[in-house]
């Protein structure tokens, strides 16, 4: 009893301290972000090699209270988080059931494995071309290109996850019992739930990568043609605004994911 | 006091069938590799593991225990020999004969709770409420109902151990198997952890197989100590442990226990220098280690006796 209180106030000053650190580290975060700005200021103003031809925050900032009432600039946003989501979506429902059968079944996965593993390394822009040509509509094959950029990485960490289970759970459970389900609902599910919300962070980033310049190549719409356009007609500072929109979004998903991941997988929140 | 391990064996009636859980292990081999590179680990194993009894199964390091645990658990099978659970063949892995690994096999995904009831959860034998009020009990013996709702990661070593030795015993198994359950835990849990067991076995006296390679653990524990040979392994030698039961600490300065334990450490020491020859310094070690501590006993023993 005694070591139990000991150790649960060890636990609890531990928490005290990592919230310490937390609250360090956030202060050093707006700091450089601060100086960050600054540099860039001072940069630009000063017209530094190469640097400097990018405009100032001061000029951004200008542009930006133009085109932030604008309903084009946000049709833009939704655009964009549409392709991004739907190609993401189908990713997921297409990539999860597949890498799970991968990871649990070994025939499955000596006949698939090598046809995933030729298609893998080709990048989803190459596509572009294809998916254009094959699809219907312009949607359908940004959509799809996006969808690609998301499922690979999604089917391997599953696979990976799946694979890397410790032996020792397998067999607890089935000494207690487990039927064939309840080793894959109750044992293989969650314990490949890290690494499936990893290859979804991971995958999410890849989908903004490849919708930007999807949209820059095949569409009229979205924040990479918003970039691009801007680009054309030599409006700079809508250049930095499309940067930074498409910096945003990206981060705003993300976070959305890791926040799902976090409520399916609470028992890594205590680590 | 003392049988030979291939009587002991044999002794056990196969075909009887006993209420709870007797295993009968006869001549069990098992080697490992290929070609000439095959080494034998277990060879012509024989003993009983008797109904309600705490069995404790001690060797050196890397003899092979926890290869004769994965076959006695039906998680290997062995080369030749036949294992027997109150006179059925042993054929896989069952609830019957439960393990607590050397270390944690909790579900990291489950809490303590969650964890605990597993086993009668997943085969739905008991109504929700009777197993949660049996988990709710079994919880408060070992201390931990303030920690149901945690996760493993959130649990201290000692803790964990705990968890997981309630998580196999509210299936009720008809064999318990404990593999070097308290190892790595610090000294000071590993006493209380003893503690906690002993006192469940004295509670429940169901059948038990306790492997460790600590000598002081395994003679306050057993009933019967069987000792084991290095590579490849068979029994040696079988101690019945007399130590009164409830067992208590202030027992291992007794007498007796002293008795057993240079007994013990007799045949282990001939087993560890044959370790030694064959190259492994961890048996060794831990025969000196051991060794070293039952000076110390005798030392304070002395001491005690002045004051």
């Known amino acids: 009893m005694v070591t139990q209180k000991n150790t649960l106030s060890a636990r609890i000053s531990l928490r005290k301290a990592r919230k310490a650190v937390l609250s360090k580290t956030t202060y050093r975060g707006i700091t450089d972000v601060i100086i960050f700005f600054i540099c860039w200021e001072v940069s630009s103003t000063l017209n530094f090699p190469i640097v400097g031809q990018i405009p100032p925050p001061s000029s951004v900032i200008s542009a930006m209270r133009k085109i932030i ?7 833009s946003w939704l655009v964009s988080f549409k392709r991004v989501f739907a190609g993401f979506i189908v990713a997921q429902i297409v990539g999860i059931p597949l890498g799970l059968l991968m990871g649990i079944n070994r025939v499955f996965r000596d006949l698939t494995f090598p046809a995933i593993e030729i298609l893998r390394p080709i990048p989803p822009l190459a596509w572009v071309p294809t998916a254009v040509i094959f699809w219907p509509t312009a949607e359908m094959s940004i959509t799809f290109v996006t969808f690609l950029g ?10 990976g996850g799946a694979k890397s289970i410790d032996v020792r759970y397998i067999r607890a459970a089935h000494s207690l019992g487990s039927r064939r389900r309840d ?3 109750r044992i293989v599910l969650p314990a490949t739930l890290p690494s499936m919300f990893v290859g979804m962070a991971v995958g999410m980033g890849i989908t903004w990568e490849v919708v930007v310049a999807a949209e820059m190549i095949a569409s009229r719409s979205g924040l990479g043609f918003l970039t691009w356009q801007a680009y054309v007609a030599g409006n700079y500072p809508v250049i930095v605004i499309g940067m930074i929109s498409i910096g945003i979004a990206g981060f705003l998903s993300s976070t959305l994911i890791r926040f799902i991941g976090r409520h399916f997988t609470p028992w890594l929140k205590i680590i | 006091m003392r049988d030979n391990g291939r009587n002991a064996a044999s002794s056990g ?11 009968n292990i006869v001549s069990v081999s098992k080697a490992y590799g290929v070609g000439p590179l095959r080494q034998p680990v277990l060879e012509d194993c024989s003993f009983t593991i008797e109904s309600g009894k705490l069995t404790v199964l001690i060797g050196p390091s890397g003899c092979g225990k926890t290869t004769l645990i994965d076959i006695l658990a039906g998680y290997e099978k062995a080369d030749s020999g036949i294992v027997t659970i109150n006179g059925q063949p042993v054929k896989g892995p069952g609830r019957d004969r439960l393990v607590v690994f050397q270390e944690t096999a909790l579900f990291p995904w489950m809490t303590t709770f969650e964890n ?12 929700r409420k009777d197993l949660e009020s ?10 931990l109902v303030d920690f149901k709702d945690k996760y493993p ?3 201290s070593g000692g803790m964990q151990r705990r968890a997981e030795l309630i998580r196999a015993m509210i299936n009720n198994p008809k064999v318990m198997m404990m593999d070097e359950p308290f190892r790595g835990l610090d000294a000071m849990t590993r006493e209380l952890m003893q503690e906690y067991y002993v006192r469940l076995f004295e509670e429940n006296r169901g059948t038990n197989l306790f492997v460790t390679s600590e000598i002081e653990e395994a003679i306050f524990l057993a009933d019967r100590l069987l000792v084991m040979s290095y590579r490849p392994a068979k029994i040696r030698e079988v101690i019945e442990i007399e130590l009164p039961r409830p067992r208590e600490f202030h027992m291992l300065t007794s007498k007796e226990y002293l008795n057993y334990k240079k007994e013990a450490l007799e045949i282990l020491h001939e087993e560890a220098m ?6 492994s310094k961890v048996a060794v070690a831990d025969f000196l280690e051991a060794y070293s501590e039952t000076q110390a006993a005798s030392d304070r023993k002395g001491r005690d006796s002045f004051d």
């Open chain 1, 69 to 75: 009432g604008s309903p084009d600039f946000w049709g």
């Open chain 2, 274 to 279: 044959k370790a030694f020859a064959s190259g």
């Open chain 1, 150 to 159: 998301a499922f690979f990485t999604v089917v391997l960490n599953i696979i």
């Open chain 2, 13 to 23: 009636d196969l075909q009887a069938g006993h209420p709870a859980g007797e295993m």
């Open chain 2, 116 to 127: 605990v009831i597993y086993g009668p959860m997943v085969r739905k034998e008991m109504s």
């Open chain 2, 153 to 155: 990661a959130q649990l």
């Open chain 2, 134 to 143: 049996r988990a709710m009990s079994l919880l408060e013996k070992v201390g």
């Open chain 1, 183 to 185: 080793i894959f609902l």
